[in-house]
C-alpha cells in the first residue's frame, strides 16, 4: 500500500501529497510520512502590522495569539505522531525571530499620565519543533555524512547534498547526529527515533524548495510547477520514502504484549512515575478547559469586527450587535409576512434596518426600496402607531482597506435617503460607535449614538469621539521586553 504522505508549509509538485498550511490545525495520524518546514512568515508578512522592537517584528496580542497556538499545535502533533510510529521530517529553514505578546500589562503613572505598557517576549519558527538540545544560528553548505548513517542517507545524499544548506547546528557529541560539518563536527541533521514505538523525528539540513526553476506562467499569468519542478518532487518523495523504509528495518521494535503489563511487572519507580503522569495531565486537561473558555470569550469579542469587511448573514447578526451594545433593545422579525434585517427601539425611537454587503462597487438604491417597503409593512400591524425610522446599514468595497474604499454609497442612494427620511450608515462608522462605547463604556456616549440614528437623514456620521488621553487608556508598545 503506498504511503500517505503530507507537506507543512511549503509545496511539492505531486498530486497524489496533500499540502496543508502552517496555520492549518490538522492531526498527523491521518498520514505516515510527515514532510515539515516550520514557516511563519504568513504571521509575520500578511497580517504583521509593522511595529518593531529590538530591531525584530513585534507582533500585536491577535497574531501573538495565533501564532503561538500554531506552533504549540505542530510541537505537541509531532511528539505524538512520532510516539504513534510515524516519521517526520523536519527541514531546518532559516530562522525567523518575533516578539509576541505575553498577555500581561505594566501600568506606570497616574491619571492622565498613565500608562500601560505591553509586555512581549522573544519567540520563534523553532518553537514548533520538540527539539533535544539548545541550536546555534550558522549557515553554510559544506556537510558529511556521518559514517554512522551512511547506509540510511547515502542515497538522498547523493541527488540533494548539493541542493542542502544547513541554517543551525546542534552540539556534535548530540546522540543521532546524522549529517555534520566537515569543519567541526557540529550535527546539522539529527535523527530522533521513538521511545516506545518505530517511529523517528528527522531533522535535515533545508532545501530550497522554491528555486526559480521549479515555476512556470502562462499567458494568463498563472503560475503553475516545471517539469524541473516536478522532477524535482519526484525525487525527493522518492528519497523520503526510501529513508522510511531503512529507518523502520534499522529500529524495529517488538510491541508489549498484555501480558508483559501486568501489575506484578510495573516497576516501583514505574508506578510513581505513572502516578506524577496523572497528575501532570489532570493539570494539563485544567488549563486546557481554561484556554478553551478564554479562545471562546476571545472569539465573543471578535465579533463586532465582521462589520468591517463581512456581508449577508454574519453582516446582519454584527449590526444586530453593534446596536444591542449601544442600548437599542434588538429583534428580527422574520413571519410569514415580513423578514426585516433589523428591528430596535429604545427610549430615543423605533427603527428598521436592511443590511448590505459588496464587495468592491458601492451600496445602491435596490436595498433602499427594499426598506421603504419594510417600514410600510411594519406600520400595517396593528400595535404600531406610527411609521418607524429606516437605516440602511451599508457595507461597501469591503474587500479592500477603509482608506482604499470610495463613496460607500451612489449618488442616487443619498439622494432617494433625504427625499424618503432614511438613514445611510456605514457599518464601519457603526464599528467605530460600538467599539469606543466597548473600550470606554459611557452611557451619554451612547445615547448619542441611539438619538443620532433615530433621528439623522442620509448620510449619517459618527460623533466625534471624546480624546483618548482624557479616557485614561494609552499604551506604550516599545517599553518593556
Not at 122 to 133: F, G, H, I, T, V
Not at 181 to 207: F, W
Not at 274 to 303: D, G, P
Not at 310 to 318: D, I, N, R, V
Request: aromatic content about 8%; some cysteine.
Amino acid at each position: 500500500m503506498p504511503k500517505k504522505i503530507v507537506t507543512i508549509g511549503f509545496e511539492l509538485a505531486d498530486e497524489n501529497i496533500e499540502q496543508i498550511k502552517f496555520s492549518s490545525k490538522s492531526s498527523l495520524m491521518d498520514w505516515d510520512i510527515v514532510l515539515f518546514k516550520p514557516n511563519i512568515s504568513d504571521y509575520i508578512h500578511n497580517g504583521y502590522g509593522g511595529d518593531n522592537y529590538q530591531g525584530k517584528p513585534c507582533l500585536g496580542d491577535d497574531l501573538s495569539f495565533r501564532l503561538k497556538e500554531s506552533c504549540e499545535h505542530w510541537r505537541r502533533e509531532i511528539k505524538e505522531a512520532v510516539e504513534s510510529g510515524k516519521t517526520i521530517f523536519v527541514f531546518l529553514n532559516k530562522l525567523e525571530s518575533v516578539y509576541v505578546a505575553t498577555g500581561e500589562m505594566r501600568t506606570s503613572g497616574t491619571g492622565r499620565n498613565q500608562k500601560e505598557t505591553r509586555i512581549v517576549t522573544e519567540y520563534s519558527n523553532y518553537s514548533s519543533l520538540p527539539l533535544p538540545a539548545k541550536y546555534v544560528v550558522s549557515e553554510g553548505r559544506k556537510m558529511n555524512l556521518n559514517h554512522i548513517y551512511k547506509d540510511i542517507l547515502h542515497d538522498y545524499w547523493e541527488v540533494f547534498e548539493e541542493k542542502s544548506f544547513y541554517n543551525v547546528y546542534f552540539p556534535e557529541n548530540l546522540s543521532g547526529a546524522s549529517i555534520i560539518t566537515k569543519t567541526g563536527n557540529k550535527a546539522v541533521s539529527l535523527v530522533l527515533r521513538g521511545e516506545n514505538s518505530n517511529g523517528a523525528l528527522m531533522l535535515l539540513p533545508d532545501i530550497e524548495f522554491e528555486d526559480n526553476s521549479f515555476f512556470e506562467s502562462n499567458e494568463s499569468e498563472e503560475i503553475f510547477f516545471s517539469k524541473e519542478g516536478q522532477n524535482f518532487s519526484s525525487s525527493l518523495i522518492s528519497a523520503i520514502v526510501d529513508i522510511d523504509k531503512k529507518l523502520r528495518s534499522a529500529g524495529e521494535l517488538t510491541e508489549m504484549p498484555d501480558w508483559a503489563k501486568a501489575d506484578e511487572f510495573i516497576l516501583e519507580k514505574e508506578r510513581k512515575l505513572q502516578h506524577k503522569l496523572l497528575v501532570v495531565e489532570t493539570s494539563v486537561e485544567k488549563a486546557q478547559k481554561e484556554k478553551e473558555k478564554v479562545i471562546n470569550e476571545l472569539s465573543e469579542s471578535r465579533k463586532l469586527r465582521a462589520l468591517l469587511y463581512e456581508t449577508g448573514k454574519p453582516l446582519e447578526a454584527a449590526v444586530l450587535l453593534a446596536l444591542e451594545t449601544l442600548g437599542f433593545s434588538v429583534k428580527q422579525v422574520h413571519n410569514n409576512n415580513s423578514e426585516f434585517d433589523v428591528v430596535v427601539e429604545s427610549n430615543e425611537g423605533r427603527l428598521i434596518g436592511e443590511v448590505e454587503g459588496k464587495d468592491n462597487k458601492a451600496i445602491n438604491i435596490t436595498k433602499l426600496r427594499q426598506l421603504s417597503l419594510n417600514i410600510h409593512e411594519d406600520l400595517d400591524q396593528e400595535d404600531v402607531k406610527s411609521p418607524a425610522k429606516g437605516i440602511l446599514f451599508g457595507n461597501g468595497y469591503r474587500l479592500k482597506k477603509l482608506e482604499d474604499r470610495k463613496e460607500l454609497f451612489t449618488k442616487k442612494c443619498i439622494t432617494s435617503a433625504e427625499t424618503t427620511s432614511i438613514g445611510l450608515l456605514a457599518t464601519s462608522d457603526l464599528y467605530v460607535m460600538a467599539k469606543h462605547f466597548v473600550d470606554y463604556p459611557d452611557n451619554k456616549f451612547a445615547k448619542e449614538c441611539r438619538e443620532l440614528l433615530i433621528n439623522k437623514v442620509g448620510i449619517i456620521i459618527p460623533p466625534i469621539l471624546p480624546p483618548q488621553d482624557i479616557m485614561v487608556k494609552t499604551e506604550d508598545k516599545s517599553d518593556e521586553k
